[in-house]
């Protein structure tokens, strides 16, 4: 089989999404898709709405084309605030965008104004991690504000956590989430659609059994294809937390000494070069790079252990084991790693679904659609 690829079992993201969805729906909670490492594949967004996702989420507007071009019969949600250069195609393809700046909204309802279309805006609400979003205490005064703004339809708030800061969602920031909506309601005699809480983050919260209040939304992506919640990356009981794997192919395998000869420098990428010296090892090299992931996302098998990766290569020592030109290795992904597989054109895609492979090539499929 082709080499190196990511091999995707479908069926297994469906169980997570599917277990997450339930899970969730007894909390009064719906959950949005979040595509973004899946690059718009149509294989695992049609997989996502399956397994019961009430709408899809996506940060790049190009994977939310491509999955429009598939014809995804659910909302499109922009989960990053739109760019300023890029509010046409926003209008144009997208249900809902979360935003933080008025002045994006503005262009926002030009745009639909001239493409007679309405579109749907969620605002942002900053709550501690700073990354995205307005401040609680500027809130009322920016949906004031876009109630009068013709074709746009405040269609709720929303916040994210844990992300740049690794701020935990917690009983109290989760319940000044739902004090604004009430407060929205009460001062304008609207409903607030959505309160969309945040991300897998969020699930330890949602779950506890902790007051949900007006929270009934989240937006969950690593934790249905990874199986595994991010505020301490545990796996999620009775999900699969091997859905997607990394398969890449020996070009050398040697005897070498551990420790470089001659005088030291940086590295390809500017790091420090390893100098303990462990005597003769067993080095394999596989035709994979930084180029096609983040080496120190990956997850080796037992034996084997990740040294080092320049662009194009990565390097293993195993235990006295040689790894013969030729064969192949497979690994596991954190998310970051994950991420930049899923984006790296020289990895190929394999998508597996109820024991058949469907063989389809992830990035041929999205390219082609979008040219
Ligand atoms: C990426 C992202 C998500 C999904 O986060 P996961 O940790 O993958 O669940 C949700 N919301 C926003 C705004 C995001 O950017």
Redesign the pocket.
Known sequence: MISPRLEIDLDKIHHNARTLVERLAVRGISVTG?T?AALGSSEISATLLRAGVSAL?D?RIENIEAMRLAQMPVPMTL??SPMLSQAKRVVMHTDIS?NTEIEVIRKLSCEAQKAYRTHGVVLMVELGDLREGIMPGDLIDCVREILNLPNIAFKGIGT?LA?RSGVSPDIRNMAVLSELADSIEEIFGLTVDIVSG????NLNWALSGAKIGRINNL?????ILLGRE?LLRQPIDGLHIDSITLTAEVIESKVKPSQPTGKIAQTAFGEASPITDRGYVTQTILAIGQQDVDPYGLQSPSGIEIQGASSDHLILESDNNVISVGAEVTFQLN?SALLRSMTSPFVTKVMKNSSNWIDRDLEESTFKKLC
Request: net charge positive; charged share 20%; aromatic share 10%.
């Open positions: 979040v973004k989420g940060s989960i990053r979360f994210n992300c945040g991300n897998s983050a937006r969950l992506g690593e934790s991010t998310y």
